[in-house]
């Protein structure tokens, strides 16, 4: 008994599925099995936070064998993401219709059927539907399994909870590449999904045996706000995602999606403070820390999204990393986060305000892109290293703490809305940051090409006369070629600088607003507080 009482599960054993008393310790929700189902949990966060990194390295080889073309390829991308995207809203109203138990476990069974039909995909047209499928059912699991967590855990223990959750989250991109990298090399490019098969099968059987049930309620279903935020969200992902191939606003393409994103935004906002049932509760946007949370999730996502984005094509291209060399270089950033989560998680629990552990975070973060922003093609893999293992100590610092802030002042059913909310503004702000940021790196690299070369002359060549180089043809060429090769690495780094230089300052921005934050509560004093009042 002493065990299950350490674990988080209740003291007192209790029907599977029934609540907890109001204002005690123990978990709204009881399970017979505590850390097997725990372990089910974190395996389904882990194969879908995987997926939206894993198959990036492997989209060359799928480019050649479903004879696909550069542009049409994306699409593999896209259609996950949009899926995704319009999906997560839903969560919260699903959960309550149909069952968040039976709602969970479908949405593991959806994504590791969805795994499989992309896994055997004969062309581009079928890997685009199923990986909407897989977009779709994915949406999901990230809401439900954090929701299920805190509601199978007792308030004290969800500051601890929450760090063994954000491992999976924070940890999951960074292993994507990685993990997508071997298998393709080793293996076929098709593993990438047939991967996620054993996993899913143990998360799956877990689920089966030991997530509790949760009441279900009736809920209206606001249709036309559904609507308009699918619209709004598809608009915003394809103008993102499409923008760096269309040249941004030099195409008709791209203004439509901004119109048509900019016009649904603002009659999603007057829809949801005005409508009688909205599809998210007013009472989630009236609690300060749960706003700011959301703000601050969106850096979250720009911030590492953007790095894990940017940094294998660097390294890779640049530095001649290989696939391998570059995961061992970024694994440090894991160990990082890794280690401060469980720092920020033992603050929490000893009653520690947030708010200076997140803003303590976020300038950490800021520093470390701030060495990044003075790197050169010289640099090595020890200060690569140790920018990212500083970077990930700020990340884990920032995750923790907001995400029991957010939560400790939401009512339980409020909690599956706002995990949904939550992830929905990481994935709007990994979205947001990896197409700016992308953006910013082709026209920086043309510009820093242009005021580089402008600098070759005869005078800076060296042993090279630029002015006679004619005569000697195919080795003159060469030469050149050699020069502009360069030039070329040499704006490609300068643009890279930029980039980290910009991220600085929108994390040192994300700072002050911790300011505005409340004092967090302790779960169970918050919980409490509500039943005095």
């Known amino acids: ?11 007192a054993p209790a029907p599977s599925g029934v609540p907890a008393s109001a204002g005690a310790d123990v978990p709204e929700l009881h399970t017979d099995n505590y850390w097997l189902l725990m372990a089910g949990i974190m395996a389904a966060s882990m194969i879908q936070i995987l997926d939206t990194t894993i198959a990036n390295v492997a989209i060359p080889h799928m480019q050649s064998s479903l004879g696909a073309t550069v542009d049409t390829v994306t699409w593999v991308l896209t259609s996950y993401i949009i899926a995704s995207a319009v999906a997560l809203p839903l969560t919260g109203w699903l959960a309550d219709r149909i069952g968040a138990r039976r709602l969970f476990i479908s949405s593991v069974g959806g994504f590791i059927v969805a795994s499989m039909l992309c896994g055997m995909a004969q062309n581009l047209e079928e890997m685009v539907i199923f990986r909407a499928l897989q977009g779709v059912a994915g949406a999901f699991i990230a809401p439900l399994s954090q929701s299920f967590m805190l509601d199978s855990t007792r308030p004290s223990k969800h500051p601890q909870i929450m760090s063994v959750w954000g491992m999976g989250i924070m940890i999951g991109p960074i292993l994507g590449p990685i993990l997508g990298g071997w298998l393709t090399e080793s293996v076929n490019w098709r593993w990438v999904f047939y991967v996620n098969l054993p996993i899913g099968v143990f998360s799956m059987s877990a689920l089966i045996a030991y997530l509790p049930h949760r009441e279900q309620k009736r809920r209206k279903f606001d249709i036309f706000g559904f609507a308009l935020l699918a619209v709004c969200l598809t608009s915003l992902q394809l103008m993102l995602d499409r923008g760096t191939q269309l040249d941004w606003f030099d195409s008709g393409e791209i203004w439509l999606y901004a119109l048509v994103c900019a016009s649904t935004g603002w009659m999603v906002v007057v829809h949801f403070a005005t409508a009688a049932n909205p599809m998210f509760e007013t009472t989630l946007f009236k609690d300060r820390n749960f706003a700011i949370a959301l703000s601050f999730m969106i850096v979250i996502g720009i911030v590492m999204f953007a790095v ?3 940094m294998p094509p660097m390294l890779q291209n640049l530095f001649g990393y290989g696939v391998i060399d570059t995961g061992i270089v970024l ?3 894991g160990v990082g986060i890794l280690f401060s989560m469980q720092i920020s998680g033992w603050l929490m629990r000893r009653g520690f305000d947030a708010r200076p552990v997140v803003a303590t975070g976020f300038l950490i973060c800021a ?42 002042t939401l009512k339980p059913h409020l ?22 940021m992308t953006a910013l790196l082709g026209q920086n690299i043309q510009t820093s090409h242009e005021e580089l070369a402008g600098h070759v002359t005869a005078a800076t060549g060296g042993f090279i006369d630029f002015s006679t180089i004619d005569r000697f043809q195919a080795l003159g060429d060469a030469a050149l070629r050699i020069v502009d090769a360069e030039v070329n690495r040499q704006a490609a780094m300068v643009a890279y600088i930029d980039d980290f230089y910009l991220m600085m300052w929108i994390t040192l921005a994300a ?9 967090n509560v302790s779960p169970h004093a918050a919980r409490k507080v509500e039943i005095s009042e």
């Open 331 to 333: 694994m440090p950033r």
């Open 415 to 436: 909690r599956t809305d706002g995990s949904s909310l939550l992830n929905l503004m990481r994935s709007i702000g990994a979205s947001i940051g990896i197409s700016i």
């Open 1 to 11: 008994m002493a065990s299950r009482a350490a674990s988080g599960s209740a003291p």
């Open 367 to 408: 520093l470390s892109l701030w060495q990044m922003s003075h790197w050169s093609l010289a640099v090595d893999q020890f200060h690569i290293i140790m920018s990212g293992l500083l970077q990930g100590l700020g990340m884990g610092l920032v995750f923790i703490p907001l995400q029991v802030s957010a939560f400790a």
């Open 511 to 519: 700072a002050p607003l911790t300011l505005i934050m409340r004092k």
């Open 308 to 310: 894990m984005a940017l």
